[in-house]
């Protein structure tokens, strides 16, 4: 099975981010940008891959015991931008700022470690807190200066999840495999 953690954002933020895409839609037109669905929206942790079933169940006893690393976060959202960079965009996404700034860098370095012990994938870049909104086909984008700035909202994050994600033509599809309390929620 497909798996990765993430930190899930609350329904309404996921709502206010849906109405905020949906005013950038037209802009993108011709483009055809895959839009992330509402329901999707979330921050990545980390990817761990195609997993077995067996190894699904001892990633999910480690992540257990990974929990208790980080405090409850606040998070915030900030400027819209793209990656690998705006000259050549493939995905759209909006910056995320998260406090303590320590704790989740030191979360997502237990589950590379836990990726190598188990023998999952590996992230060879460092991790960057983002939200994705699209995934771009045509490297093509307009001026990120002219856009709406995204909406300024700020939460609490008191868990992080173990996603299974099935693929099929009409996007992935996400379920949630167990829920983290982090440390102190």
Not at 6 to 19: E, M, R
Not at 23 to 49: A, C, D, I, M, Y
Not at 57 to 85: H, I, M, N, R, Y
Request: proline content about 11%; hydrophobic content about 45%.
């Amino acid at each position: 099975m497909r798996l990765f953690t993430c930190l899930p954002f609350p329904v309404y933020v996921q709502g206010q981010i849906a109405d905020y895409v949906h005013s950038l839609v037209p802009v993108f037109g011709r483009t055809q940008p895959s839009w992330v669905p509402k329901e999707n929206l979330h921050l990545t942790l980390h990817f761990f891959g195609e997993v077995e079933v067996q190894t699904a169940a001892k990633l999910q006893v480690l992540l257990e015991e990974a929990s208790g690393l980080c405090p409850e976060l606040q998070l915030a959202t900030g400027k819209l931008s793209a990656l690998p960079s705006p000259r050549a965009p493939r995905v759209l996404y909006i910056a995320v700022d998260i406090q303590p700034a320590e704790a989740p860098a030191k979360l997502v370095g237990r589950m590379l470690a836990i990726a190598a012990q188990i023998g999952a994938e590996m992230e060879t870049r460092p991790w960057k807190p983002h939200l994705t909104l699209a995934r771009l086909k045509m490297p093509l984008m307009p001026e990120l200066s002219s856009l709406p700035a995204p909406p300024s909202l700020s939460f609490s994050i008191d868990a992080f999840e173990l996603i299974r994600s099935r693929l099929n033509p009409s996007g992935a599809f996400y379920s949630t495999l167990k829920r983290y309390p982090l440390a102190g929620s």
